[in-house]
């Protein structure tokens, strides 16, 4: 039930042609490294190199994958430590510890909000068989606005008992401004899914630092010019 796809376009003395080798049940493929094999399905198409189905035989191109994506995951991880490191130490000096404090309230409260809603949106498009089907990707996008939508809501009406609770009336701009972020997080492109579909780790890192570092600097300059929890709330956003 399956056919061979063989590299052979380096191969000096190779004249077998593709109508003769799908006879035989072997395809050529041209600008493929020597030496590596995949397995399609009699009938369908020849898949592309990252998607999932590829088996590679020849070991080569799935070695260099692993080693580039290992990389960028360390260089990804390290420096975001390194730029979260780094902003707790500034703002330390920018604002006052009842500011963190408050935070800290807003965050659990959100992030608790976030995990008890995850209908695992992501993964969904990474393992699925249709996550490159358009179709596919604009429904799970759809679903990825409403479920921010609905979480933004929650987060508006639980804000004033928040406050009452812990008897600071702060809390309930806090919450309610904090909230946004899972609004504006609800419309990001389904294309950083794919990206991890696609084992696409770099473009993936870069984009995640580059916010993180536009979050940071963000966060800084506010508390320099007005040092309040709104530097914090700025940041999230």
């Known amino acids: 039930g399956f056919a061979r796809v063989s590299n052979t376009s380096r191969t000096p003395g190779t004249a077998a042609t593709a109508s003769k080798s799908r006879r035989k049940g072997t395809l ?11 397995h399609v399905r009699r009938g369908g ?54 500011a963190f404090g408050l935070m800290v ?17 992501g993964p969904s498009i990474i393992q699925n068989a249709r996550g490159n089907d358009p179709a596919f990707l604009n429904t799970a996008w759809t679903i990825q606005v409403v479920r921010g939508t609905v979480l933004w809501l929650v987060s508006c009406v639980i804000a004033m008992p928040v406050a009452a609770f812990y008897g600071d009336p702060r809390l309930t701009w806090l919450v309610i401004v904090s909230g946004l972020s899972a609004f504006i997080g609800g419309f990001n492109s389904t294309r950083l899914h794919s990206m991890y579909r696609d084992v696409d780790l770099a473009r993936v890192s870069i984009i995640e630092l580059v916010s993180q570092g536009a979050s940071i600097l963000t966060m800084i300059v506010w508390a320099i010019v007005s040092p309040s929890p709104r530097s914090l709330v700025a940041g999230r956003n």
Do not use: K, Y
């Open 45 to 98: 198409r020849l898949p592309r190199v990252s998607d999932a189905n590829v088996i590679v035989e020849g070991g080569s191109n799935l070695r260099v994958l692993v080693r580039r994506s290992a990389t960028w995951s360390i260089l990804s991880h390290g420096g975001s430590q390194l730029l979260r490191f780094i902003s707790n130490i500034v703002l330390a000096r920018l604002l006052f510890p009842e």
């Open 105 to 121: 309230i807003v965050n659990t409260l959100l992030q608790g909000l976030h995990l008890f809603s995850d209908i695992g949106i």
């Open 28 to 38: 050529h493929s041209r600008g493929r490294t020597p030496g590596t094999r995949v």
